[in-house]
C-alpha cells in the first residue's frame, strides 16, 4: 500500500524558517509526483507546490504557487523515499494545516495523502 506520512510542522515567528518532510512507502518513489497542499482555517484546501519524478528527462520538474515563489523550496531524497519541503521568510497567510500526497504521474488526481502537520506563524 501506498503510505505518506508528512511531519516537521510548527510554530515560528514571521520571518522564520521550517523544513516539512514527507516520508513515502509502498511504491516506486521515482514514478510519481508528490505535492504539497495546505489548508488555512476557514479557507479551502490549495495546492502549495509539487515536484514530478515521473520524468525520463534527466532533471525534475517542480511546481510553486505564485505565493511561495522564492520562499519555499522542494527537494528529494530518493534513497530514503522522502521529499522535502523548505520554508523560508515564513508568514502569518501560510499558517495552515500541510498534507502531502502522491499520485502516479502528471495529470492524474492525487490519490494517495498522508496526514497533516501543522504549521503556525506568529507575528
Known amino acids: 500500500d501506498v503510505q505518506l506520512q508528512a511531519f516537521g510542522g510548527g510554530s515560528v515567528q514571521v520571518g522564520g524558517s521550517l523544513r516539512l518532510s514527507c516520508a513515502a512507502s509502498?511504491?516506486?518513489?521515482?514514478?510519481?509526483?508528490i505535492g504539497w497542499f495546505r489548508q488555512a482555517p476557514d479557507k479551502e484546501r490549495e495546492g502549495v507546490s509539487c515536484?514530478?519524478?515521473?520524468?525520463?528527462?534527466?532533471?525534475?520538474?517542480?511546481y510553486y504557487r505564485e505565493s511561495v515563489k522564492g520562499r519555499f523550496a522542494m527537494s528529494t531524497d530518493v534513497a530514503d523515499n522522502t521529499v522535502y519541503l523548505h520554508m523560508s521568510t515564513l508568514r502569518p497567510e501560510d499558517t495552515a494545516v500541510y498534507y502531502c500526497a502522491a499520485r502516479p504521474g502528471v495529470g492524474v488526481p492525487y490519490d494517495s495523502w498522508g496526514q497533516g502537520t501543522l504549521v503556525t506563524v506568529s507575528s
Open positions: 509502498g511504491f516506486r518513489f521515482d514514478d510519481y509526483s
Open positions: 515536484i514530478n519524478l515521473n520524468n525520463r528527462r534527466s532533471d525534475v520538474s517542480s
